[in-house]
């Protein structure tokens, strides 16, 4: 039932962790994989009941593996950067990079962000990762432009919802800037529609410091979730990505090719530049020069790539 608190009719919602023993376990082992349930039903936007399962128990330690493996390349230099090419749909050029954060696990194994981001987040330690990624990226793109590098007008870096909502995130992207010596015009910061639901004036207050002082600010991943065309016209944004999932049909799955038409068109009518993300074959390349599209990314470009290679590889396509 509806409560009425100062006049506001408040909705109460439960959440539920349930967990079943087996005889001769401890009281507490039982609580503990009850709570365990019970932060999964949060997490999975509260208001549910969640049972605990022999898969929410190796995701559990999915997760513990991937946060001792984190803290361990936090410890030990083992967190590095890697740079994919954002090329020019209209002239082939390369314009700039995503920076894509790579971590080396004790055995010199790379472990791919999907497998640590969610466990980053969860504890926190995406604040540690993301200020580092930020300092790499920076400092590189400076290191590339005084040094003859790479020409990149942008560079480009995912933010977690975590550093998002984080109120001092802006002092920390001036102080790298200037630590760096990087104009904020050159740096994109790419923020995923998760955040924009949610949205809570932290996020609103740092989108437009952030967009005042220059740098540039996109939404990511758009047609992977629930993406709404609405996003685009109710935040002040830059530019948005359309998700691979996307632009994996284009030209074969009619949907998909109406959505990117459409996002394009809409994209360009309220002054956001697009970038079409995982382009993999020459013919979605053609379609996206069709559309209208302005940047592309993909493995028909390059991979990810290390920032000597990445600086090899531009050096000998120009
Ligand atoms: P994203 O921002 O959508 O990044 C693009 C992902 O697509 C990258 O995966 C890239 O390797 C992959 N990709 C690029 N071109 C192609 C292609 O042609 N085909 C296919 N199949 N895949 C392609 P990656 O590096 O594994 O990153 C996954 C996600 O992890 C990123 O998705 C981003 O959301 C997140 N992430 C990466 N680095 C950071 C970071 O520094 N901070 C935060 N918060 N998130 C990050
Ligand atoms: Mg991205």
Not at 118 to 146: D, H, M, P
Not at 220 to 231: K, M, N, V
Not at 246 to 273: F, K, P
């Amino acid at each position: 039932q509806p409560l009425e608190i100062a006049g506001a009719a408040i909705e109460p919602t439960v959440s539920v962790g349930v967990a079943t023993g087996t005889p001769g376990m401890e009281a507490d082992d039982l609580l503990s994989n009850a709570g365990r349930a019970l932060a999964h039903a949060k997490g999975s936007g509260r208001d549910r009941v969640e049972v605990y399962t022999d898969e929410l128990a190796a995701l559990a330690t999915r997760r513990r593996v991937a946060e001792q493996q984190l803290r361990q390349a936090l410890d030990t230099d083992g967190v590095g950067v890697h740079y994919q090419p954002i090329v020019d749909v209209g002239s082939g050029e390369t314009i700039g990079a995503e920076a894509l954060l790579r971590v080396e696990s004790a055995d010199g194994a790379h472990l791919s962000p999907a497998e640590f981001i969610e466990a980053a987040e969860s504890t926190g330690l995406i604040a540690r990762l993301g200020r580092q990624v930020l300092q790499i990226t920076c400092e590189q793109l400076n290191a590339w432009s005084s040094r003859g590098g790479p020409g990149l007008q942008m560079i480009s870096v995912n933010i977690s919802p975590r550093q998002l909502a984080d109120p001092g995130l802006p002092t920390k992207v001036v102080d790298t800037l200037n630590a760096a010596g990087v104009a904020p015009e050159r740096l994109c910061l790419e923020i995923g529609e998760s955040i924009l639901i949610s949205a809570q004036s932290t996020v609103d207050a740092t989108i437009s410091y952030l967009r005042a002082l220059g740098v540039r600010i996109g939404l990511d991943d758009f047609g992977a979730g629930q993406s709404s065309l609405g996003y685009l016209k109710r935040f002040p944004l830059d530019f948005v990505k359309i998700d691979r999932t996307l632009v994996s049909g284009l030209g074969t799955d009619e949907q998909d090719t109406a959505i990117v038409r459409a996002t394009v068109e809409l994209a360009h009518n309220l002054g956001l530049q697009v970038t079409a993300v995982g382009v993999e074959y020459p013919e979605q390349l053609e379609m996206l020069q069709i559309l209208g599209c302005d940047r592309a990314q993909g493995y028909l470009f390059a991979p990810p790539l290390s920032a000597e290679a990445f600086a090899e590889r531009t050096a000998s396509a120009s």
